[in-house]
């Protein structure tokens, strides 16, 4: 009776352990940046500017937190370096700054990115570079 007591502690054991190293995992799929108070655009193309630096609305940046808010996990570690497609360069409510790389499949804030689908790139895309909301 002793030895079975003593197999159901450490399978029990196990168990918590394993429960506590996903939870560690999955702490480390998230992305947080304090709100945005301001956030301006640039254009590239093969690496080379196109225009200048545009800001954004106050609209479209509330839209863009909002989105970032919405968006917290399953950003993954950022193996590489990629060209700037189109940067956000973000200002936020702490003082900090930070700044997003918008590409086709992807959108990158610092060492981490997060995989798009088709709609969320459009969206993007669109709510950052409409003129209205600039």
Known sequence: MARLSTFQSA???LR???AL???ALLAG???KTDSISQASVTQWQNGKLQGEVKPLS???TAQFDAWLTDHRWGWLPVHGTFLPALTISLTH???TVSTANLRKDSLVIGDYQLRLADAEYEYLRNLLS???NR
């Open 16 to 18: 918590c352990l394993a």
């Open 11 to 13: 399978k029990t054991l």
């Open 93 to 95: 409510t702490d003082g």
């Open 130 to 132: 409409s003129p209205e």
């Open 58 to 60: 106050p609209v479209a």
């Open 21 to 23: 190293f996903m939870a």
């Open 29 to 31: 799929c998230t992305v």
